[in-house]
Nanobody
Framework: VQLQASGGGLVQAGGSLRLSCVVS?????????MGWYRQTPGKQRELVVRVVSGGSTTYGDSVKGRFTISRDNAKRTMYLQMDNLKPDDTAVYYC???????????WGQGTLVTVSS
């Protein structure tokens, strides 16, 4: 299984971006947890949002009300809509999938989001 993240770029504060994550090369079984994480230099990777298949969605406190996760299962794609972006949102964003049946965790390669003030 491979995850390919895209959609990052440079945006001004208050702007929007939509990240995409395409799953290929295999099937993700249920149950699973898919989500987005981000990381800045010198800091640990932090949760942006995760969604359990058929279950709940959890957003990081700093993005609640501004970011929205969605999935298009037919396209095997997960999206992260990011609105009202702030300079503190600047980071490399990673998509991930945790297959809870096989316990394997798959990571995308990361896409850089830069928010200018």
């Amino acid at each position: 299984v491979q995850l390919q993240a895209s959609g990052g770029g440079l945006v001004q504060a208050g702007g929007s971006l939509r990240l995409s994550c395409v799953v290929s090369g295999g099937n993700i079984t249920d149950p699973n947890v898919m989500g987005w994480y981000r990381q800045t230099p010198g800091k640990q990777r932090e949760l942006v949002v995760r969604v359990v298949s058929g279950g709940s969605t959890t957003y990081g406190d700093s993005v609640k009300g501004r970011f929205t996760i969605s999935r298009d299962n037919a396209k095997r794609t997960m999206y992260l809509q990011m609105d009202n972006l702030k300079p503190d949102d600047t980071a490399v964003y990673y998509c991930a999938c945790h297959d809870l049946k096989t316990m394997k965790i798959y990571w995308g390669q990361g896409t850089l989001v830069t928010v200018s003030s």
